[in-house]
């Protein structure tokens, strides 16, 4: 099956929550670059079997381990906050299935991911390298305290909520980068978080909207 009316359905409720959520996001459309790498992803590929039906509703799944895959539409304005160039050195913590991991390297030239969970971060790097993706790395740790050997990073994404930004993952974004990080307790308000920093790395913070991420854990 091609599921080629789902994936466009998928990209029009995309478009729908950007249009609902404008005056919040100050976007009222995302950049084409990232429409076409939600399209090109197949979210199917990344879900259980026994979720593959749902796989374009625009909702989160779960997807084993207490673990969920992203809303398509956060996913996407995920990806549009960071501003990724071609050239643009991403660090992702949280692979889970690797979904949004495929989404940056469908844009970015690298994309260092860290998933604290062995199965999920297993299964993501062979789910990626099966389906081609040669610019991935995938590592098993926690992911609060960065990749120090990589960085700095021209863009941090962070889907698990933390209680506050990681000291460590502000140290590593390059000056002129973007971070998108969910702040929150479990079960409280989240809000998406967007750091912008300048050319002298002096760092400005905006809340972006409320969100519903799973814990970040940190110091395991
Ligand atoms: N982006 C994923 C969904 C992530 S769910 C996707 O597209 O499928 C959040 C993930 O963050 C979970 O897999 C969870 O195990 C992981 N996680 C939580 N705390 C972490 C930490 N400190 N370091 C690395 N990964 C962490």
Known sequence: MSFERE???????????????RELTGRDHLDESVMTAMYQVHRE???????????????????????????PYIVALMTDLLDLRADSVVLEIGSGTGYQTAVLAQLASKVYSIERIPELAQAAQQRL???????????????????????????????????SIPPALLAQLKPGGRMVIPIGLPNMHQDLMLVTSDQQGKTEISKILGVAFVPLIEGS
């Open 7 to 21: 994936r466009r359905q998928m990209l029009a409720d995309i478009e729908a929550d950007v249009a609902f959520t």
């Open 45 to 71: 590929d990344f879900v259980p079997d026994s979720q593959r039906h749902a796989s374009f509703r625009d909702g989160a799944l779960p997807v084993g381990y207490g673990q969920t895959i992203s809303q």
């Open 129 to 163: 390298t099966d389906l081609g993706y040669d610019n991935v790395e995938i590592h098993c740790a926690d992911g609060s305290l960065g990749w120090p050997e990589n960085a700095p990073f021209d863009g941090i994404i962070v889907t698990a909520a933390a209680a």
